[in-house]
């Protein structure tokens, strides 16, 4: 949250050292811009934000981040590089709520609203493609921007409500994706219970083995709450956390597929072949948006 650097950070360095911040030691902030699977954006090409408490430090962090990044951008202050930070990832927090909630309506009105995000993309201005998916995990999204909202309620006393909002909408998406399984189930005569339910992708993010707040993880857990037999691919992943305790981790196969009653694709990794889950899935709900819709695939 804005601050942590100087309110929090520097009187700690300072009690555990008996130095004077400033005076004794040099004290800067830059925030993480990591994008994981990222091939484009690496942190050498990535714009470095930069800030120091005092003009001393920032030329210490300044210089010392020269010489790792292609780019170095001085913040005014370690509170404004802070709030870049959340800045960032809030803005992308609302914007990924917003076409989770269009994603709901559009499926109940009969609108494809993918088609719709893909026309709206072609817009050279004014417009910036974000697509919904089963929820937001990682640490960015599900968890900075409340970094923001508990400073602005601790210090002000009012409510962030845009990322409160966002926050709600989000966090509900794991059971709307089980709800819609749920439908799919029903459609063939077939209870959650005893189902056997195969999820592809467990991390947050595609082509990447984070599943830190993972959506899929919730999902797994809600299937698994009404009486589903849970398994996953992740081929990221060699070993499953406990948060997934209770959950088969298989590979890929036209086999698997075939056993499933239901197949969910959570995290649309590169390696998984889309051909074959259109091919031999008996029932395919897919919330990427990586197989075209059919008789027994359905997009979110």
């Keep these: 949250y804005p601050g942590t650097t100087e309110e929090l950070m520097v009187p700690i360095l300072e009690h555990g050292s008996g130095l004077v911040a400033g005076a004794d030691f040099h004290v800067g902030y830059s925030p993480e811009r990591i ?7 690496t942190f050498v090409n990535t714009p470095k934000v930069v800030a120091g408490i005092d003009s001393a430090s920032l030329e210490a962090v300044r ?3 020269a010489g790792l990044v292609t780019e170095v951008v001085v913040a005014k202050g370690c509170m404004e590089a802070e709030m870049t930070k959340l800045l960032e990832n809030t803005f992308r927090h609302v914007n990924v709520a917003l076409v989770n909630e269009l994603a709901i309506f559009a499926n109940e009105l009969g609108i494809d609203v993918w088609d719709s995000i893909d026309a709206a993309s072609t817009k050279p201005f004014g417009f910036m493609r974000f697509t919904p998916g089963p929820g937001v995990g990682g640490h960015c999204l599900p968890i900075d921007p409340s970094y923001l909202s508990w400073r602005v309620k601790q210090s002000l006393n009012r409510q962030f409500r845009f990322v409160e909002l966002a926050n709600d909408i989000n966090e509900h998406m794991p059971q709307y994706v089980v709800n819609r399984g749920t439908l799919l189930l029903n459609s063939l005569s077939k209870a959650v219970k005893g189902s056997r339910v195969l999820l592809l992708g467990l991390a947050y993010k595609k082509n990447s083995s984070d599943v830190r707040e993972s959506p899929a993880v919730r999902v797994a857990a809600l299937f698994r709450e009404l009486g589903a037999d849970v398994c996953a691919a992740e081929p990221f992943l060699d070993d499953l956390p406990k948060s997934l305790e209770g959950v088969s981790l298989v590979a890929l196969s036209a086999d698997e597929l075939a056993r499933a009653d239901l197949v969910v694709v959570l995290t649309d990794h590169d390696q998984f072949d889309y051909q074959m889950v ?6 395919v709900l897919d919330t990427r948006n990586r197989l075209s819709v ?4 359905e997009v979110l």
């Design 35 to 41: 994008d994981p699977g990222n091939q484009t954006y």
């Design 63 to 65: 210089n010392f981040y």
């Design 278 to 283: 259109a091919a031999s899935g008996t029932l």
């Design 294 to 297: 059919s008789e027994h695939v």
